[in-house]
T-cell receptor, first 113, second 113 residues
Framework: AQTVTQSQPEMSVQEAETVTLSCTYD???????LFWYKQPPSRQMILVIR??????QNATENRFSVNFQKAAKSFSLKISDSQLGDAAMYFC??????????FGAGTILRVKS | DSGVTQTPKHLITATGQRVTLRCSPR?????VYWYQQSLDQGLQFLIQ???????AKGNILERFSAQQFPDLHSELNLSSLELGDSALYFC????????????FGDGTRLSIL
């Protein structure tokens, strides 16, 4: 079974600085997708970014980018120019062709002004 | 706004009761997924429907059941409720293919007294 591990229960970053959230996963599959979701205090689940495993190029969405290391099974999220609105719980998720999402335990990100 | 609608937003009931949670997917999405988010179990996949048929099952209890109707909305039925069923229940939808991201509704907060 696939597992997703987020080893940082909580992270802090100064406004305008850069922070990286870590995620590792375990799978025997070669074809899969990885996602980062953001859950603010409102409890909504908001898609931040996604990565196809067959693509070597790291995904980027504005201030959000990933460092995808397939051999190491690592999928970290980098947030540049952090803003107060980035404060939230961030979940790393794995999705195989079976379609279900397997989530990590989450990382709480605090942004200091 | 993700386009996924969940009702009700909050539900308070007692042990032993039965409740129904409703989800309307985004327009055009054929797949519906149900997830449970609790403090002790984190975010867990329950079940997936695709175009009216059950496609995948996760950690869904036998007391829980779901269905997807011809108009593609879905209902999650929880019966013989226990205190441990208190959680945030999310519905998500996607077009259907494995690579498409899932978009989440705002969730239904279920509290068992």
């Amino acid at each position: 079974a696939q597992t997703v591990t987020q080893s940082q229960p909580e992270m802090s970053v100064q406004e305008a600085e850069t922070v990286t959230l870590s995620c590792t996963y375990d799978t025997s599959e070669s074809d899969y997708y990885l996602f980062w979701y953001k859950q603010p205090p409102s409890r909504q689940m908001i898609l931040v970014i996604r990565q196809e495993a067959y693509k070597q190029q790291n995904a980027t969405e504005n201030r959000f980018s990933v460092n995808f290391q397939k051999a190491a099974k690592s999928f970290s999220l980098k947030i540049s120019d952090s803003q107060l609105g980035d404060a939230a719980m961030y979940f790393c998720a794995y999705r195989s062709r079976g379609n279900k999402l397997v989530f990590g335990a989450g990382t709480i990100l605090r942004v200091k002004s | 706004d993700s386009g996924v609608t969940q009702t009700p937003k909050h539900l308070i009931t007692a042990t032993g009761q039965r409740v129904t949670l409703r989800c309307s997917p985004r327009s055009g999405d054929l797949s519906v997924y149900w997830y449970q988010q609790s403090l002790d179990q984190g975010l867990q996949f329950l079940i997936q429907y695709y175009n009216g048929e059950e496609r995948a099952k996760g950690n869904i209890l036998e007391r829980f059941s779901a269905q997807q109707f011809p108009d593609l909305h879905s209902e999650l039925n929880l019966s013989s409720l226990e205190l441990g069923d208190s959680a945030l229940y999310f519905c998500a939808s996607s077009v259907g293919s494995a690579g498409q991201p899932q978009h989440f509704g705002d969730g239904t907060r279920l509290s068992i007294l």
